[in-house]
């Protein structure tokens, strides 16, 4: 391929998505961390402020094809081209951490545009809706996995249910990619209605399988989305991340590499406080282990039955062991 062609290639909006909790925010936050991609957080988080996206957004995991994009393409599009909706945003404040959120955003849009950088979404929530952001926006796609029982065990710490509800009452999603998953889904919700309570571990363990049973179907459709393991990025950031880079045309520069290393070094805290579930610097090699300790024998169990064969696909070799 010619320089030319490379240049056309790479010079497209970057989506990061995966299930949320499996390191998109680090991930995000490190592609943008050598400046020519500007990071943009979860426009279809249905808590989005407007100003950033000035639509509502109804579901977790909204699913977004050619049937339904009439809703959603034109508020991407003002997004990707740094338009940011100030009166949108104003109108939504309720406290002063809305204003100066609105303000750090504007900002964020305003150096895109005058820097001419890349939007990068970090989004989650757009899984289920990857081939529409590489065919209708041209956005390259890096997807995040992390082993499903860390994935189980950091929304167990954080006590953080899924709302499956939410997948069920999409119909387009459910006939195109989830139809194959009604039944647990029904199984699972219907258990919480007649106990009254929310198992997060089975929760947990049903969305990791859904999600990256269909981003098998999506990667071999689209051998051009490049998929990432947590593990790996934490093992060995540096060479992970340079890497990434060179495959997104990114320049990995000496600040990037700078950043990146301060957020996996080992002087940080070996996970993110709960009161800031967000926080990328962390020491992550120990982050590593510590689903071993948090989860009991009977968690991972549960997770591995419900998992392992979708996780085989992801890890070869994936550890099981509950030995702390």
């Not at 699972?188 to 571990?201: N, S």
Request: with cysteine; charged share 25%; glycine share 4%.
């Amino acid at each position: 391929m010619t320089a030319g062609l490379d240049d056309v290639v790479h010079n497209r909006p970057i989506l990061v998505a995966g299930a949320h909790r499996t390191g998109t925010t680090w991930v995000g936050k490190m592609l943008s961390a050598g400046g020519e991609a500007a990071y943009i957080s979860e426009p279809l988080n249905v808590l989005h402020h407007p100003g950033l996206l000035n639509i509502p957004i109804r579901y977790w995991y909204t699913y977004i094809c050619a049937e339904n994009e009439r809703e959603y393409l034109p508020a991407l599009q003002e997004l990707l081209g740094f338009n940011y909706q100030v009166w949108a945003g104003l109108k939504s404040v309720h406290s002063r951490k809305d204003f100066l959120r609105i303000g750090r955003d504007n900002w964020t849009f305003l150096q895109g545009k005058i820097r001419h950088q890349l939007p990068l979404l970090k989004d989650p929530f757009a899984s289920f809706s990857i081939p529409w952001f590489l065919q209708k926006l041209g956005c390259q796609v890096v997807v995040t996995v992390r082993h499903p029982a860390a994935f189980a065990s950091s929304l167990k710490r954080l006590t953080w249910p899924f709302q499956f509800c939410d997948l069920i009452d999409q119909p387009l999603l459910m006939r195109d990619w989830l139809e194959p998953y009604r039944e647990d889904i029904e199984s699972l919700l219907g258990e919480e209605r007649r106990t009254g309570q929310v198992d997060i571990i089975s929760q947990a363990s049903l969305l990791w399988r859904i999600v990256y049973a269909v981003l098998i179907h999506f990667r071999q459709k689209f051998p051009e989305i490049h998929i990432v393991r947590h593990e790996d990025l934490s093992l060995d950031p540096v060479t992970g991340y340079k890497t990434l880079y060179k495959a997104l045309g990114l320049n990995f520069t000496p600040a990037a590499q700078k950043i990146i290393l301060e957020s996996s070094s080992s002087d940080n805290p070996k996970e993110a406080s709960s009161q800031n579930a967000f926080d990328v610097k962390v020491d992550s090699r120990a982050n590593l282990e510590i689903w071993k300790r948090r989860l009991s024998t009977q968690e991972i169990l549960r997770i591995r039955e419900i998992t392992e064969d979708i996780a085989a696909v992801y890890y070869p070799d994936l550890d099981w062991d509950y030995s702390p």
